[in-house]
């Protein structure tokens, strides 16, 4: 799971465990899910590039969302790093 940028996370590794096991994130994952189903059913009509193009954004944009309590998790699981200076 690769990161554009460093995540800020406050949480604990408990309250995010506890996030995704509770049935406030399986309501919006369900919900998720029927918008990405909706939006591939659109891409399988549609004609125009640019409409694609965005449907396709669509799709990666949600996928993310539905993915990011496991990105949580995955983060807080890992050993803290440390940053390496060049002394060069």
Known sequence: MEQAHPM?????????EAFQ???VWKDVQRELL???EDARNHLEIE???SQ????QG?????RHVVELPQLIIYQ?????????????
Not at 10 to 15: I, M, R, S, V
Not at 58 to 62: G, N, R
């Open 47 to 49: 004609k125009e590039s």
């Open 8 to 16: 800020v996370i406050e949480g604990t590794l408990d309250q995010h």
């Open 21 to 23: 096991q509770s049935f």
């Open 76 to 88: 807080l699981r890992q050993p803290p790093r440390t940053m390496e200076i060049d002394h060069e």
């Open 52 to 55: 694609i193009s965005h449907l």
């Open 34 to 36: 029927y918008w990405l």
């Open 58 to 62: 669509v799709c990666e944009a949600i």
